[in-house]
Nanobody, 116 residues
């Protein structure tokens, strides 16, 4: 499985960005796709996750501002980020976890910088 994240950049507080994660080498079924982020000096944290037949899950810090979605036909996962705050500044990673078990796969990360 390979994951390619993109869409990061520099944005002012209050602005929006849309992250994309392209998956290959996976059937994209019976998997949970997630976005994580890691700010400088901090541990990686879960931002949002999505799986077929289940409601999306969000970190409290992003509820109401971020929306995770996926396009199974294109094997893409998106993270729409609105009302961005400086504390959202981090490297964002997508993760693939198969329900059948095995290792997790991670994308290379995309940097989001929110200026105040």
């Amino acid at each position: 499985v390979q994951l390619q994240a993109s869409g990061g950049g520099l944005v002012q507080a209050g602005g929006s960005l849309r992250l994309s994660c392209a998956a290959s080498g996976t059937t994209f079924s019976l998997v949970t796709m997630s976005w994580y982020r890691q700010a400088p000096g901090k541990e990686r944290e879960l931002v949002a996750s999505i799986a077929s037949g289940r409601d999306p899950n969000y970190a409290d810090s992003v509820k109401g501002r971020f929306t995770i979605s996926k396009d199974s036909a294109k094997k893409m996962v998106y993270l729409q980020m609105n009302s961005l705050k400086p504390e959202d500044t981090a490297v964002y990673y997508c993760r693939h976890r198969a329900w059948s078990g095995g290792r997790d796969f991670w994308g290379q990360g995309t940097l989001v910088t929110v200026s105040s």
